[in-house]
């Protein structure tokens, strides 16, 4: 995997000086977050567990092969084939859910994905069951189990970078930092070695856990900037994911893929066809 990076930042390189390649697969993102049961607990970020098997069902029907980063990595370095319509599955943030009801239901199928996880989220035990559609995060036990399965790859979300002047809280708010965004009066360097800090943690404690190198990245809300972006390419991450609704192009570029948010109201018809 190691090796595979390091030819994959090579080739990042290589691309972006010659203005791209000249292999153009097409490869799909959706982006999902919580899952529940009740449909009034459904949210921006939150779908009901009958309308993600109802997604699965779909990309089965429909010739979809689901794959995970690690192989996306694989297929544009040339040590993997490419699947006739590829497809990849991202969750983010890390909710219990996840574990609950989308990790049985991608093993029962067959399929896979990503959780992208904010580490600061993360528990080390549940002392208390959520009850009902409660959100409530992963434990560091659970996963370790999925990343074991050979179903979930586990990615970063941060270590805490969510929203500092709210505790590292999941909710974005209009005048504060947000994500990766620099503060206003902090100076360059600071910033630099805060981010660089985070993800650092972020990785090492998702593969202390995992055994697994961490080779994706997903930007809260999606804001990004080139500052972050050349210190997540430093520290070994090739594929980062933003927000944007388009088709990714891994050949072309494996830095900022877009992803379509999955939601209540929208069938994967409307983003696939």
Request: hydrophobic share 40%; net charge negative.
């Amino acid at each position: 995997m190691k090796k595979t990076i390091k030819i994959l930042i090579l080739f990042l390189i290589t691309a972006s000086l010659l203005g791209g390649c000249t292999q153009e697969h097409e490869l799909p993102i959706l982006m999902y977050h919580n899952i529940v049961i009740a449909d009034e607990a459904t949210s921006s970020l939150s779908i009901t567990r009958e309308h993600f098997e109802n997604d699965l069902h779909y990309l089965l029907d429909n010739g979809y092969t689901t794959v995970l980063p690690s192989e996306v990595l694989a297929m544009v370095a040339g040590e993997m084939p490419w699947p006739e319509k590829p497809i990849l599955i991202t969750f983010d943030d890390g909710y219990y859910s996840n574990y609950l009801y989308a990790y049985p239901l991608l093993a029962q199928n067959d399929m896979k994905a990503v959780i992208n996880v904010q580490n600061s989220f993360i528990k080390q035990k549940r002392h208390i069951e959520p009850e009902g559609d409660q959100i409530a995060p992963l434990t560091w036990d659970e996963v370790a189990e999925m990343a074991s399965s050979g179903y979930i790859e586990i990615g970063s979300h941060t270590y805490d970078l969510h929203n500092r002047k709210l505790g590292g809280k999941i909710s974005y708010q209009k005048g504060y930092p947000n994500g990766i965004a620099k503060e206003a009066n902090e100076t360059l360097d600071h910033y630099k070695q805060r981010i660089s800090d985070d993800i650092a943690q972020s990785s090492e404690e998702i593969t202390f856990y995992t055994g697994q190198p961490v080779c994706c990245f997903a930007y809260p809300y999606g804001i990004t900037n080139r500052v972050a972006a050349i210190i997540i390419a430093e520290q070994g991450i090739p594929i980062t994911f933003s927000t944007i609704p388009k088709v990714a192009k891994p050949e072309r570029c494996l830095a900022k893929m877009p992803r379509f948010a999955v939601t209540m109201d929208m069938a994967l018809s409307d983003i696939l066809e």
